[in-house]
T-cell receptor, first 113, second 114 residues
Framework: DAGITQSPRYKITETGRQVTLMCHQT?????MFWYRQDLGHGLRLIYY???????DKGEVPDGYVVSRSKTENFPLTLESATRSQTSVYFCATLILGPRNEQFFGPGTRLTVL | DAKTTQPNSMESNEEEPVHLPCNHSTISGTDYIHWYRQLPSQGPEYVIH???SNVNNRMASLAIAEDRKSSTLILHRATLRDAAVYYCILRDNDYGGSQGNLIFGKGTKLSVKP
C-alpha cells in the first residue's frame, strides 16, 4: 500500500537537458498536482490534473510540461532544464470529500548544474 | 484565497502544549481553515481543518475565533516528532480543480526541545 511514489528521489542534471519526474498513485484519486518547493519557501503549484487527459496550469508552469494518459500516473517534464528549476518537487493527489485532503509524495530533489 | 499570517518560528519543550497562531483577517464566509505540517525531508501532511466550530482529532485541536479572523492549532503534548513546519491555509472547500490547490505560505517552524 505505497500510496504515492515519486521517482527518481534525487536527480542531478545539466542545463539544457530534458528531465522527467515520475509520479504514481496506487489509489484512483481523480485530482493530481505538482508543486515545487524552494529553500525557505512554501510550496507553489506548477500544474494540476482533474482526471486523465485533463490538465491545467498552476502558479508557475513556465518551462514545464505534464501529461496524464492514465489516472495513476502524472509525469512532469522539464523540457530544457535551467538552474532556476533546482528545487524539491512534490506530487500530490486530492480526495474529494468533507476534508478535501491532499496526500503528498516523498518528493524529488532536483539539482540543475 | 485569503492570506494568512503566521509567526516564522516557535519553540516548545517536549510534553508541553503548543499553541500555533494564525491570523486571517480577510477570511470569507466560505473559507475553511486547513492546517498541514511538513516534517523534515517529507511532503506536507494534513493535520486538521474547520469552518466555525472548534475541532479535535487524534493529532491536534483547532480553536477558531468567534469572528473567524484568527485560529490556533493546539498540540496538547508536543513530542520531538512534532518538530515540523506548520502551514495554516484558507480555501473554499466546495470542490477540486483549481480550488483544490493549497496555497502555502512560509508557515511556522516549530522546534521541540527535549
Amino acid at each position: 500500500d505505497a500510496g504515492i511514489t515519486q521517482s527518481p528521489r534525487y536527480k542531478i542534471t545539466e542545463t539544457g537537458r530534458q528531465v522527467t519526474l515520475m509520479c504514481h498513485q496506487t489509489w484512483s484519486h481523480s485530482y493530481m498536482f505538482w508543486y515545487r518547493q524552494d529553500l525557505g519557501h512554501g510550496l507553489r503549484l506548477i500544474y494540476y490534473s482533474a482526471a486523465a487527459d485533463i490538465t491545467d496550469k498552476g502558479e508557475v508552469p513556465d518551462g514545464y510540461v505534464v501529461s496524464r494518459s492514465k489516472t495513476e500516473n502524472f509525469p512532469l517534464t522539464l523540457e530544457s532544464a535551467t538552474r532556476s528549476q533546482t528545487s524539491v518537487y512534490f506530487c500530490a493527489t486530492l480526495i474529494l470529500g468533507p476534508r478535501n485532503e491532499q496526500f503528498f509524495g516523498p518528493g524529488t530533489r532536483l539539482t540543475v548544474l | 484565497d485569503a492570506k494568512t499570517t503566521q509567526p516564522n518560528s516557535m519553540e516548545s519543550n517536549e510534553e508541553e502544549p503548543v499553541h500555533l497562531p494564525c491570523n486571517h483577517s480577510t477570511i470569507s464566509g466560505t473559507d475553511y481553515i486547513h492546517w498541514y505540517r511538513q516534517l523534515p525531508s517529507q511532503g506536507p501532511e494534513y493535520v486538521i481543518h474547520g469552518l466555525t466550530s472548534n475541532v479535535n482529532n487524534r493529532m491536534a485541536s483547532l480553536a477558531i475565533a468567534e469572528d473567524r479572523k484568527s485560529s490556533t492549532l493546539i498540540l496538547h503534548r508536543a513530542t520531538l516528532r512534532d518538530a515540523a513546519v506548520y502551514y495554516c491555509i484558507l480555501r473554499d472547500n466546495d470542490y477540486g480543480g483549481s480550488q483544490g490547490n493549497l496555497i502555502f505560505g512560509k508557515g511556522t517552524k516549530l522546534s521541540v526541545k527535549p
